[in-house]
């Protein structure tokens, strides 16, 4: 689903194959509104640009190179038109501020044919720490001050969205002088995300396997307490871990910025009760997997990701994704 300040659009389809309809949210009838369906197209097409992920064709099935939520976003984009071919043509990436999950945020820094006297600063990450670094939005052709009360209603929509169990994404972009760019040292690229222009939200629904429910069943029927660590937003995370029988449907997820504030006996205490945990960072996981280990648990981390590595490695028992797992997970 994509949201911008002109309305709500939801694009059918699943999986990696770029074949969908544009609907209006709420219906079944495509968008007719000009500056709707413009917003939507920009904010699609910098999810595009923000980008590390790759699609491909093989013999009738389409299959990705990459971050599967990313290639959500190159998916969404070629449903509405956007071509690999288009992107090629009228950008040329100079420069990356990479993802990291203490960010929470990553940019690339593009040159535009169209508009040659300047370069593009693109932008995607958290809609909220992404939201701290927006001055203004855009709707249609004007740009517009982004109000205290606007700011308001699109953390709104982010709590909407994930109450309907997607995951969401925020984009923004904003234009930068030639000299501004090559003037800025690599190690200070991230000074380049500010003063930004939001453009809109980006909502995946990433639903649970069918048989992850029974899995969390079988685990549970063995005297397993199956907990969830995520990077997504609390209100998803606890909505699927409802859905999937790991905690009940109204239990909250602690927060990493919560975990932050807490010494080892108060971290203790919550690692006994809650078995949600959202918008977390490495750190967190570590932690979690120790307190877990210092009172008396027997503990198996799963991870795919660079970033899991350093508690599949101190858990009881790592589990590295035989599928998605990078080989760094896998190592450890």
């Known amino acids: 689903t994509v949201v911008t300040p002109r309305g709500r659009v939801n694009l059918s389809g699943i999986g990696y194959a770029p074949e969908g309809e544009i609907v209006l949210a709420g219906g079944e009838e495509p968008p007719t509104d000009p500056v709707l369906l413009s917003d939507v197209r920009r904010t699609l097409l910098s999810g595009a640009l923000a980008n590390n992920s790759v699609l491909e064709e093989k013999e009738g099935v389409w299959t990705i190179q990459g971050d599967p939520t990313e290639a959500a976003l190159v998916v969404a984009a ?7 071919e288009e ?30 006297d300047t370069l593009a600063v693109v932008s995607k990450g958290a809609p909220d720490v992404l939201l701290a670094r927006c001055t203004h939005e855009r709707c249609g052709d004007d ?55 939001f453009e809109g939200i980006l909502g995946i629904i990433d639903p649970p396997r069918p048989e992850a429910k029974e899995a969390v069943a079988t685990a549970q029927g063995a005297g397993i307490r199956v907990m969830m660590i995520t990077g997504d937003h609390p209100v998803t995370a606890s909505t699927i871990a409802a859905e999937l029988g790991i905690v009940e449907p109204g239990d909250e997820a602690v927060r990493g910025a919560e975990l932050e504030k807490m010494d080892d006996s108060q971290l203790l205490d919550t690692v006994r009760r809650c078995s949600v945990y959202a918008r977390v960072s490495p750190e967190h996981k570590l932690r979690i997997v120790k307190a877990l280990k210092d009172d008396g648990q027997v503990v198996s981390m799963t991870g795919d990701g660079v970033n899991d590595a350093p508690a599949l490695k101190m858990a009881d028992i790592g589990v590295a994704m035989g599928i998605t797992g990078t080989d760094v997970s896998k190592e450890a």
């Open 78 to 84: 070629r449903k509405i038109g956007i071509t690999p």
């Open 143 to 197: 740009i517009l001050p982004l109000t205290e009360a606007r700011r308001a209603e699109i953390l709104a929509t982010v709590e909407q969205l994930a109450a309907e169990a997607l995951r969401t994404l925020g984009v923004a972009y904003r234009r930068l002088a030639h000299e501004s760019y090559e003037a800025t040292p690599d190690a200070k690229l991230e000074t380049l995300e500010r003063e930004l222009i």
């Open 87 to 116: 992107l090629d043509q009228r950008f040329s990436r100079v420069g990356e501020v990479p993802f990291s999950s203490d960010r929470k945020l990553m940019s690339t820094v593009q040159t535009d044919e169209e508009i040659k």
